[in-house]
């Protein structure tokens, strides 16, 4: 059920659909030929559809591209009764994909959001091309017994916040890129934005008790759709070595990895990531 968002005008790409009774914030860039294929777009951890910034310029020329902040991130709704599970963004973006009247769709996954990307193409191969895995997440373990256990004390919520602030925002992109050159003030607020609400902190919780561990290698085998993985060779977040054994664990897996960039690639080098997925999907340019 696709709403306008009342503050901005009929043609501005940001928009608000309801989903499994969350509010879901997406920006919108659609494309004159409506046999152009649709490219959705997936953040990571601690972040929004903002980090694909630089991406949209160069691919919405080519795609009808939907970039979708998932509950709990940035301008969705921090919902206290969504399930924040890996598996269940993974059928949310099905949802999605079925409320926006996609067909085969096809699926951009940064870091934590590349684990969404994959769960929903093993949910529903049928309705997903091709995906795009950039520094995607991998092999992690579901959060110990006892952090989850702490979690429901009412203090936690203060823990979350010393944990998020701790070192700040420009330290934080600081270990994301390769080039510190890249942090500028329009990168630093466009990151530290979100957590202006104070219920995004009440979601993380929600996010560390409900988040199952990574997909295991048995469960990558049953991912369908062709999958390209682009990685930093830099990347302190999600080491290099993530994505060779990722490689070999998906079925029909490429891996392209970029010499001078870190784990934010679509942010440090756009024009070499948006040339690789065209050509993955075959568009010419």
């Known amino acids: 059920m696709e709403i306008m968002t009342s503050a901005v005008h009929e043609d501005h790409p940001a928009k608000e659909t309801v989903l499994q009774n969350t509010k879901l914030y997406y920006e919108h860039y659609p494309h004159p030929n ?3 294929p649709s490219l959705i777009m997936i953040h990571g951890f601690l972040s929004s559809c903002f980090s694909f910034r630089k991406l949209i310029p160069l691919l919405r020329n080519h795609f009808h591209l939907y970039a979708v902040d998932l509950p709990g991130f940035g301008k969705s709704e921090k919902s206290r009764t969504f399930q924040y ?16 009247k ?22 529903g191969p049928e309705r997903i091309k091709k995906l795009i895995l950039i520094g995607c997440s991998g092999y992690l373990k579901r959060p110990s017994s006892f952090i989850v256990r702490c979690s429901y004390l009412p ?22 890129v390769h080039d510190p050159e890249l942090i500028d003030d329009e990168l630093i607020n466009g990151y530290a934005q979100p957590f202006s609400d104070q219920e995004i902190f009440h979601a993380l919780i929600r996010v560390l008790r409900h988040r199952e561990g990574d997909m295991l290698p ?42 001078n960039a870190g784990h934010l690639l679509p942010e440090e080098i756009p024009m070499e990531v948006s040339e690789e997925i065209c050509s993955f999907i075959d568009i010419k340019k």
């Open 218 to 259: 048995e469960e990558m085998k049953e991912i369908k759709p062709p999958v390209l993985l682009l990685w930093g060779r830099h990347d302190r977040v999600i080491p290099l070595l993530v994505g060779e054994r990722m490689v070999n664990d998906l079925p029909d897996a490429k891996l392209k990895v970029y010499d």
């Open 85 to 100: 599970s890996l598996k269940n963004y993974g059928q949310l973006i099905l949802d999605f994909i079925e409320d926006m």
């Open 155 to 176: 203090f936690f919520v203060h823990v979350i916040k010393r944990w998020v602030s701790k070192k700040g925002v420009r330290d934080n992109l600081l270990t994301v």
């Open 34 to 36: 409506p046999a152009a």
């Open 102 to 123: 996609i067909e085969n769709a096809y699926i951009i996954g940064h870091s934590m959001g590349g684990q969404v990307a994959m769960h929903a193409a093993r949910l």
